[in-house]
């Protein structure tokens, strides 16, 4: 009975060695994804003020070239 005692808890040491090393395995990888997640994050807040930007100047070119047209017309 002593030798199946042994070799289950043989077994068990064994599968939770493996799961630790599985475990930083996965550790591992959700910083590297996390690092990269930051990069993305910081590209897309960059473009998102640069789309912001070019709305405002849309925006404001439009409005200017509204009124000429509204000042034209009224001049008729």
Same mark, same amino acid.
């Given at each position: 009975m002593s030798k199946k005692i042994e070799e289950y808890r043989n077994s068990i040491t064994l599968h939770l060695t493996r799961m630790s090393g599985d475990l930083e395995h996965i550790k591992e990888k959700v910083n590297d994804n996390n690092k990269h997640l930051l990069k993305l994050n910081g590209r897309v807040r960059d473009n998102e003020v640069a789309i912001s930007r070019i709305k405002g100047i849309g925006g404001t070119i439009?409005? #200017?070239?509204?009124? #000429?047209?509204?000042?034209?017309k009224m001049g008729e």
């Open positions: 439009s409005a #200017i070239i509204i009124a #000429i047209l509204g000042w034209f």
